[in-house]
C-alpha cells in the first residue's frame, strides 16, 4: 500500500511542481511530512541539504532520498527502501517525460498562440511563489535554531543567510563556492 501511495504522490508532484527542484520542495515537504508523516521535519532538513551537496537535480535527487526514507521509517527492510527510492523517483520524473514529449510536439505548431503565450506568462508567478515557499519552509527551528534555544546559532545561521544572499545575488560568487564557504564558517563558528 505505501508503494502506491509513494508512486501516487511522486507522480502528483511531478504533475503540478512547475519550477523545477526548488520548486518541488514545497510539495514534497507538505506531503511527505504534514500530510502522510512518513518523515521528520529534521528528516526533511536532512534531505534537502543531502540533495543539494549531491550531483543531479534537488528534486530528483529528494525523491530518491524521500523514497528510501519513507519504506525504512515504515519498517522495511534496506532492499525495500531501495525499491521506494526507485518508485519515487521514477514517479517524479514519469509526468515530466509523458509532457515533455507532448509539448515538444505540440509546441513548435502552437507556440505563438495568444493563449499558450498567456499560459506561460502566467505560469511565471506561479514559480517564483513555489521557490519563495521552499525557501520559506527550509527557514525552521531545525535550520536556525531561536535566539531564546541557542543565540549563537541562530545570530551566526542569519549571518550565514544573509551572507549567501548577497555573495551569490549581489556580488555573483558561484553558488558552489559559497556552499563551500558557509560550510567551512560553521564548522568553526558552530563547532
Same mark, same amino acid.
Given at each position: 500500500?505505501?508503494?502506491?501511495?509513494?508512486?501516487?504522490?511522486?507522480?502528483?508532484?511531478?504533475?503540478?511542481?512547475?519550477?523545477?527542484?526548488?520548486?518541488?520542495?514545497?510539495?514534497?515537504?507538505?506531503?511527505?511530512?504534514?500530510?502522510?508523516?512518513?518523515?521528520?521535519?529534521?528528516?526533511?532538513?536532512?534531505?534537502?541539504?543531502?540533495?543539494?551537496?549531491?550531483?543531479?537535480?534537488?528534486?530528483?535527487?529528494?525523491?530518491?532520498?524521500?523514497?528510501?526514507?519513507?519504506?525504512?521509517?515504515?519498517?522495511?527492510?534496506?532492499?525495500?527502501?531501495? /525499491?521506494?527510492? &526507485?518508485? $519515487?523517483?521514477?514517479?517524479?520524473? !514519469?509526468?515530466?517525460?509523458?509532457?515533455?514529449?507532448? *509539448?515538444?510536439?505540440?509546441?513548435?505548431?502552437?507556440?505563438?498562440?495568444?493563449?499558450?503565450?498567456?499560459?506561460?506568462?502566467?505560469?511565471?508567478?506561479?514559480?517564483?511563489?513555489?521557490?519563495?515557499?521552499?525557501?520559506?519552509?527550509?527557514?525552521?527551528?531545525?535550520?536556525?535554531?531561536?535566539?531564546?534555544?541557542?543565540?549563537?546559532?541562530?545570530?551566526?545561521?542569519? /549571518?550565514?543567510? &544573509?551572507? $549567501?544572499?548577497?555573495?551569490?545575488? !549581489?556580488?555573483?560568487?558561484?553558488?558552489?563556492?559559497? *556552499?563551500?564557504?558557509?560550510?567551512?564558517?560553521?564548522?568553526?563558528?558552530?563547532?
Amino acid at each position: 500500500m505505501i508503494f502506491f501511495q509513494l508512486f501516487v504522490t511522486f507522480f502528483q508532484i511531478g504533475l503540478f511542481g512547475f519550477g523545477g527542484g526548488y520548486g518541488m520542495l514545497s510539495l514534497i515537504q507538505h506531503e511527505t511530512v504534514e500530510h502522510y508523516h512518513w518523515l521528520s521535519s529534521s528528516d526533511f532538513t536532512d534531505i534537502v541539504a543531502i540533495s543539494q551537496m549531491t550531483p543531479g537535480p534537488i528534486g530528483i535527487n529528494s525523491a530518491t532520498y524521500c523514497g528510501y526514507t519513507a519504506i525504512t521509517n515504515a519498517g522495511y527492510s534496506v532492499p525495500m527502501g531501495i /525499491l521506494g527510492s &526507485a518508485t $519515487a523517483t521514477f514517479a517524479l520524473v !514519469l509526468p515530466s517525460l509523458i509532457l515533455m514529449i507532448l *509539448i515538444s510536439k505540440m509546441f513548435m505548431r502552437y507556440m505563438h498562440h495568444r493563449s499558450i503565450e498567456s499560459m506561460f506568462q502566467g505560469l511565471r508567478p506561479a514559480v517564483v511563489g513555489l521557490l519563495a515557499a521552499a525557501t520559506l519552509l527550509l527557514m525552521t527551528r531545525d535550520n536556525f535554531s531561536t535566539p531564546i534555544e541557542n543565540p549563537w546559532q541562530f545570530g551566526i545561521s542569519c /549571518l550565514l543567510f &544573509a551572507s $549567501a544572499f548577497v555573495g551569490v545575488y !549581489l556580488m555573483k560568487i558561484n553558488p558552489i563556492r559559497m *556552499i563551500c564557504y558557509c560550510a567551512v564558517a560553521g564548522l568553526i563558528l558552530l563547532y
